[in-house]
T-cell receptor, first 114, second 114 residues
Framework: EADIYQTPRYLVIGTGKKITLECSQT?????MYWYQQDPGMELHLIHY???????EKGDLSSESTVSRIRTEHFPLTLESARPSHTSQYLC?????????????FGPGTRLTVT | KNQVEQSPQSLIILEGKNCTLQ??????????LRWYKQDTGRGPVSLTI?????NTKSNGRYTATLDADTKQSSLHITASQLSDSASYIC?????????????FGRGTQLTVWP
């Protein structure tokens, strides 16, 4: 099992609140990713990072922001949550080099905004 | 447009039976194809990864095939178990970027009944 952790696992929060979803990995991977997944739908990349101080937006437009101050930590923040943000958020990481195509996923955070 | 299509969308089989899931893709240039298993409320876990030169790979009761010419892949599950109930996701990576962009299918939801 991959050493990548996400907290909280479930979060129910009211509209307008600021939230931060935590993601940490202990594998020393340079690349980290955030995906959004709705039930029965494919994963969509919303943010990624090549390494410390590197962050990029993914394919799916998202009002969330990310930071990468430490290699092992890649938190995602929503300044003002809305019901449209209700979804599952998956964090992943991968190494560089020969095995860079292997992404390891965390267990996900199920976010519900009421 | 790079796409990954999976069929069937859902499948119900009896415990002990075999089944085959299909994946068609249009991703180009192709780097590799992987199958993930995603249990409800969890992150995807890699089952197999195949590069262009590989046409079959096994992982226990899971056997994946790849036909890079027709851009088709299949995942065969032998002697199904109740724990096989999950979503099986086909993911294709392109060779066009250092990120190793992933294209996700919507998954096949497999239910194994006793």
């Amino acid at each position: 099992e991959a050493d990548i952790y996400q907290t909280p696992r479930y979060l129910v929060i009211g509209t307008g609140k600021k939230i931060t979803l935590e993601c940490s990995q202990t594998m020393g991977h340079d690349k980290m990713y955030w995906y959004q997944q709705d039930p029965g739908m494919e994963l969509h990349l919303i943010h990624y990072s090549y390494g410390v101080n590197s962050t990029e937006k993914g394919d799916l437009s998202s009002e969330s922001t990310v930071s990468r101050i430490r290699t092992e930590h890649f938190p995602l923040t929503l300044e003002s949550a809305r019901p449209s943000h209700t979804s599952q958020y998956l964090c992943a990481s991968s190494t560089t080099g020969e095995l860079s195509y292997e992404q390891y996923f965390g267990p996900g955070t199920r976010l519900t905004v009421t | 447009k790079n796409q990954v299509e999976q069929s069937p969308q859902s499948l119900i089989i009896l415990e002990g039976k075999n089944c085959t899931l299909q994946c068609n893709y249009t991703v180009s240039p192709f780097s590799n194809l992987r199958w993930y298993k995603q249990d409800t409320g969890r992150g995807p876990v890699s089952l197999t990864i195949m590069t262009f030169s590989e046409n079959t790979k096994s992982n226990g009761r899971y056997t994946a095939t790849l036909d890079a010419d027709t851009k088709q892949s299949s995942l065969h599950i032998t002697a199904s178990q109740l724990s096989d109930s999950a979503s099986y996701i086909c993911v294709v990576s392109d060779r066009g970027s250092t990120l190793g962009r992933l294209y996700f299918g919507r998954g096949t939801q497999l239910t194994v009944w006793p």
